[in-house]
């Protein structure tokens, strides 16, 4: 069973405008990590934000912002004015934190969104 | 600093050539990791290493051979490839790796070698 969906395979966005990138989750764990990556075509991953299982608050690193919605398990990524740098494929990922189960402490990629920034 | 370095960056081989990707951090991480990610898919985990130890491989085929000669460095050795090998093998590290502790641990990647199996 798919442990993250990602509904939007592509995405467009007006330089400037902000786009919200849709996650959605599946884990019986009560501790886990939600992470969101990009990874532009020269094929580095890079680390954008982070959220805990038991965060309160929803993080935010500059323009990036994380809509945690903990009983609907989704992990929505914001990116706030957009820039033409932004485009890219963007994954998010989850890393479970029960111990047993032979898929924890491994960290599961969605199927990503490609992100296009139009000028 | 936090780069992961991998090298080559690009590597082409035929199915009898033995070759081996490198990958170095020297962010004082204890955990690394290889993933191979195939055009428009998601990365998949191969291996991960703990203190220079392997703690996890996901039943990849041993003509796949991972070695972590000192906490540095990570090393895939390969041997007897089939074309459908060809995919992006993405180098990762974190800053520790211990069961049911590390949820927040995010990883460092490098930018990757795209291996060509002929």
């Known amino acids: 069973a798919q442990k993250i969906t990602q509904t939007q395979p592509g995405m467009f966005v007006q330089e400037k405008e902000a786009v919200t990138l849709d996650c959605t989750y599946d884990?019986?764990?009560?501790?886990?990590?939600l992470f969101w990556y990009k990874q532009p075509s020269s094929g580095e991953m890079i680390f954008l934000i982070y959220?805990?299982?038991?965060?309160?608050q929803n993080a935010t690193e500059g323009r990036y912002s994380l809509n945690f919605q903990k009983a609907r398990k989704s992990a929505n990524l914001v990116i706030s004015a957009s820039q033409l740098g932004d485009s890219a494929m963007y994954f998010c990922a989850m890393r479970e934190g029960q111990h047993m189960k032979t898929s924890y402490d491994k960290v599961i990629f969605g199927p990503g969104t490609s992100l296009s920034v139009i000028p | 600093d936090t780069e992961v370095t991998q090298t080559p960056k690009h590597l082409v081989m035929g199915m009898t050539n033995k070759k081996s990707l490198k990958c170095e951090q020297h962010?004082?991480?204890?955990?690394m990791y290889w993933y191979k990610q195939k055009a428009k898919k998601p990365p998949e985990l191969m291996f991960v290493?703990?203190?220079?130890?392997?703690?996890i491989n996901e039943s990849v085929p041993s003509r796949f051979s991972p070695e972590c000669p000192n906490s540095s460095l990570l090393n895939l050795h390969l041997h007897a490839l089939q074309p459908e090998d060809s995919a992006l093998y993405l180098c990762?590290?974190?800053?520790?790796?211990?069961?049911?502790?590390?949820?927040?641990?995010?990883?460092?990647f490098g930018s990757g070698t795209q291996l060509s199996v002929l």
């Open positions: 962010m004082g991480h204890r955990a």
């Open positions: 959220q805990g299982s038991y965060d309160e």
């Open positions: 990762a590290s974190s800053q520790d790796w211990m069961r049911g502790r590390t949820t927040n641990e995010k990883l460092f």
């Open positions: 884990t019986s764990d009560q501790s886990y990590g």
């Open positions: 290493y703990s203190y220079e130890k392997l703690s």
